[in-house]
């Protein structure tokens, strides 16, 4: 590996903080779909078949490879399913499909063997792959730790030979509910943890001077998904190395939310020129995964092809001087004032919405925003996923607007108001300057990122009525809105900023499409293609700290499907909770249930519990450890039986799966976290 291709600046994770320029990773070879180095990001799936089912593992097969799968992954938990790749293989071979195969394993190092005698690739997961989860707290000394090493050489090395002698790649694939007892020891639960987990495997193969990896850091949580993934390219680059690198966020769970959390974690990387191929992980059937992972990645195709070039063997990323307290690898809020108890400082993040097109004259129109009408009690009530702001603009409503939503207009319009009562104004930056009334306790200000370094900036009156509306109209729009926090850093500014983006989805969309690209589906519905967008921009700055507000602007969608998805873009980040969090696994050959019908059964009994994590599981590889974030847990223990977890201890083994739901809601009941539904 030649070190010297690789330059990052220290405390670096990518090429560039402000342009969109692709970090180039060796070149793997996978059949004869290589990944890395220049070729295109590959998409990829895996099966929920049971593997020894070789018909039905070959049918699910090519529904994925025509929805666009390039790598197809099958899981082998024993040496017989590790035997049957090599009939599905010979199977999709026959149809004429030459899509390489990846093996999945956990804790079986002799089917892994097997595996990679048969199929272009096999996956192993370090935390499990040579250690058994015990949950145990070890001291261990420098002298015993390397011993440990030792014995994960010695468990390790075979497969690694194998691959070489069959020239079988590999993927390192890291997950963060599953480090194994010794990495929990001594790194913690943290993305430090993940990294070296994977760091580990990876030195033994290059020992051996076998370089066919791809590395992985998958987390249920985006925000410790991309601060891991951050931390393994500083730290391959400081050990000469660049493999490809695998997205996914594990357990992203199904529909809307399933969509948001992925397109948070997996979009905020790409963003950075980070990732080789994408596995979007829903709780669905795994071809309904690869038009989403299409719809995230296009975007890059383009944006790559309308950035200026640069030589990747000498890389000079430009210097930014307001960068300096920024750590991307942990999470820390953008301090803020506290303007009028209720935007910035310690408050959510707030929500704006444009019904400056709407129907004013009706007050149901309300309802999409969160604030439900009652024509016969003439009174509001307030949904779960009621916003904070209504953009008017110079429409004047006919009906009276509840107490507790704020009203936005044009600062022109605004002053003519004979009750400004909840209502404030929005300013341009030079009428903002100018402006004769500034008495408002919010004034809003339109600016963008450049206006920092303008004379007008330097004019603007400071008081803690202030609140920025920061909007972007660049191609990298992330990058530039991004850099904006930054220079507030430098100067030390504590203004509260609502982040602002806008979408003209049809031309977007089209320009992004093309005919002759056979991976790409011309129904991408729109709102789905809002959800990953505004969910990669957004969430790519919360999950930083940077925001104190959100403004999803999109002419011709659905307000209902706006404030949908700027909801699921706080609650994927962890900024605002609104709702209950399913973290859901995508099923393969080892779930013991449906987990579709499972999933969608326990969040029609449990939707209402707002704040609450509740995993679902289908199986132990994707128990105890890798719901460690969740607060309650419902685990796959064999045919027909469920053990239910309290966190990570379980505390009902063995339940059989028709009391299983009774028993975990008396579990949510003893805790006292139940609530009755409406």
Known sequence: MDANAIKLLPGRYCNSLTEYSRFVTREVHIGDVPMGGSNPIRIQSMTTTDTMDTTGTVEQSTRMIKAGCEYVRITAPSIKEAQNLAEIKKQLRSRGYTTPLVADIHFTPNAAEVAARIVEKVRVNPGNYADKKKFDQIDYTDAEYQAELERIYQKFSPLVKVCKEYGTAMRIGTNHGSLSDRIMSRYGDTPQGMVESAMEFMRICEMLNYYELVISMKSSNPQVMVQAYRLLVETMVSEGMNYPLHLGVTEAGDGEDGRIKSAVGIGALLEDGLGDTVRVSLTEEPEAEAPVAIALVERYTRRSQESTAKNQDSIDVEHITSNVRHNPYEYKKRETYEANAFIGGHMVPRIVVDLSHANLKDAAVLNDAGYLYSPLLDKYSMGEQSVDFVYLADQLPSFTFPGNLKQLYDYITW????????????????????????????????????????????????????????????????????????????????????????????????????EDDSRITSNVERTTQLQLYSATDLGSLLIDGFGDGIWVDAPGIETKAITSTAFGILQATRSRISKTEYISCPSCGRTLFDLMVTTQMIRSHTSHLKGLKIAIMGCIVNGPGEMADADYGYVGSGTDKVTLYRGKEAVKKNVTSANALDELIGIIREDGNWIEPA
């Open 415 to 514: 002053q003519k108001l004979a009750d400004k009562t909840n209502c404030h104004p929005l300013f341009t930056l030079q009428e903002y300057i100018s402006a004769e009334d500034r008495t408002s306790a919010l004034n809003l200000v339109r600016l963008k990122s450049l206006d920092v370094e303008s004379d007008e900036f330097g004019m603007i009156p400071m008081d803690k009525s202030l609140i920025f509306v920061l909007e972007t109209d660049e191609l990298h729009g992330m990058a530039d809105q991004r850099s904006f926090f930054f220079k507030m850093e430098e100067l030390g500014s504590d203004v509260p900023v609502i982040i602002k983006r806008s979408y003209d989805l049809k031309s977007e969309v089209g320009s992004q499409i093309s």
